[in-house]
């Protein structure tokens, strides 16, 4: 069985500078996540999708972050106008069922450095 | 206070040694418990459920204290191969089935 797929692995850009970070998560997983993982810390939820609805963005910087998920498969994130914090991994996961039901399975991350 | 916390380490251990980690949390409400391991520079992968009457896995050993508000995870003969982070993980039902995971406890097994 295939992981989550992540693109790309690596990207680095500017300040200010815009970037995207794609996800595929396992076949006929109903639930995707985006979380930052700074350098030392722990991952941090940004956004929980249920298929193409949104569960908790709560902690989703709305003023530079997007996410959408629109046909309840793949998914993309995106950063606009980047910042020096924003260096990090950016991890997707999904899951079959919601977070408290199982386990959740992380792609590889996409690694970004904001110079 | 931070929603759940570790001690970041490192603990340096010798192989064989056993070796236990704590992870508080904040949220009394919070439902289901994890450990997760991840390897340097690789993604978190699950390593453990944490059950209310406690659990063991070969050398792993987890335990629940719902009224202190911790969960332990337990190594025994610790292996080189067990250097990792591992991450303790609370779910909070309220909210959509969040997942909090705590910075990570660093594990260094040495010969």
């Known amino acids: 069985e295939a992981g989550v797929a992540q693109s790309p692995r690596y990207k680095i850009i500017e300040k200010r500078q815009s970037v995207a970070f794609w996800c595929n998560p396992i076949?006929?997983?109903?639930?995707l996540y985006w979380y930052q993982q700074i350098l030392g810390q722990g991952p941090k939820l940004l956004i929980q999708f249920q298929n193409n609805g949104v569960v908790d963005d709560s902690q989703l910087p709305k003023d530079r972050f997007s996410a959408e998920r629109l046909k309840g498969v793949d998914s993309t994130l995106k950063i606009q106008p980047a910042k020096l914090e924003d260096s990090a991994v950016y991890l997707c996961?999904?899951?079959?069922?919601?977070?408290?039901?199982?386990?959740?399975?992380f792609g590889e991350g996409s690694r970004l450095t904001v110079l | 206070r931070k929603e759940v916390e570790q001690d970041p380490g490192p603990f340096n251990v010798p192989e064989g040694a056993t070796v236990a980690f704590n992870c508080t949390y904040s949220n009394s409400a919070s439902q289901s418990f994890f450990w997760y391991r991840q390897d340097c520079r690789k993604e978190p992968k699950l390593l453990m459920s944490v059950y209310s009457s406690g659990n063991e896995d070969g050398r792993f050993t987890a335990q629940l204290n719902r009224a202190s508000q911790y969960i332990s995870l337990l190594i025994r003969d610790s292996k080189l191969s067990d250097s990792a982070t591992y991450l303790c993980?609370?779910?909070?039902?309220?909210?959509?089935?969040?997942?909090?995971f705590g910075t990570g406890t660093q594990l260094k097994v040495e010969l």
């Open positions: 993980v609370v779910n909070h039902r309220g909210g959509g089935n969040k997942l909090t």
């Open positions: 996961a999904s899951s079959p069922r919601g977070a408290g039901a199982g386990e959740l399975f």
């Open positions: 076949s006929g997983h109903a639930t």
